[in-house]
T-cell receptor
């Protein structure tokens, strides 16, 4: 059974203080790993898709990386508007369906 | 592009009642998936519709059913509501099931 574990559950950073969020996964064949940002009471907003180990993607202050067992979301010099819950999800290989299996998320608070 | 739209945004129902939630996918998308998100948890997959058929189902009882229309919009029906059905219900659309999923803003269902 696919499993996704995100850590830490909550993270508080000062503005400008860089850090990383972790997503560990076990899946019988990975089609894709997805990162989403979710603001309170809203639907998740798509950030990145990673398909193979060694792949990296960047968007503004965010950079996502992937290994065979985990993914990291690096946040460089965060701003208060980066405060949100960051969700990681995996999609298994063909034959296992197309559902996204989500972790519980990391709640990030960036203070001025 | 309006993105994924869901209606209603909020709903209050009584135990034992039935509810219907609606979703219009992002323009160009043909696949709709439904997720349930309890407070403090990641979204849980309910089912996915593609070409007007349920293609995959998560671990949810038969009280949860759905439909996809020829224009790719979708409905989620829940019968015999329980207090535990209170959650944020998210609709996600994608193209051909395999691409990244884009989420709507969700419907907040409260069962009293």
């Amino acid at each position: 059974e696919d499993q996704v574990t995100q850590s830490p559950e909550a993270l508080r950073l000062q503005e400008g203080e860089s850090s990383s969020l972790n997503c560990s996964y076990t899946v019988s064949g990975l089609r894709g790993l997805f990162w989403y940002r979710q603001d309170p009471g809203k639907g998740p907003e798509f950030l990145f898709t990673l398909y193979s180990a060694g792949e990296e993607k960047e968007k503004e202050r965010l950079k996502a990386t992937l290994t065979k067992k985990e993914s990291f979301l690096h946040i460089t010099a965060p701003k208060p508007e980066d405060s949100a819950t960051y969700l990681c999800a995996v999609q298994g290989a063909p034959g296992s369906g197309y559902a996204l299996n989500f972790g519980k998320g990391t709640s990030l608070l960036v203070t001025p | 592009d309006a993105g994924v739209t869901q209606s209603p945004t909020h709903l209050i129902k009584t135990r034992g009642q039935q509810v219907t939630l609606r979703c219009s996918p992002k323009s160009g998308h043909d696949t709709v998936s439904w997720y349930q998100q309890a407070l403090g948890q990641g979204p849980q997959f309910i089912f996915q519709y593609y070409e007007e058929e349920e293609r995959q189902r998560g671990n949810f009882p038969d009280r949860f059913s759905g439909h996809q229309f020829p224009n790719y919009s979708s409905e989620l029906n829940v019968n015999a509501l329980l207090l535990g059905d209170s959650a944020l219900y998210l609709c996600a659309s994608s193209w051909d099931r395999t691409t990244e999923a884009f989420f709507g803003q969700g419907t907040r269902l409260t069962v009293v």
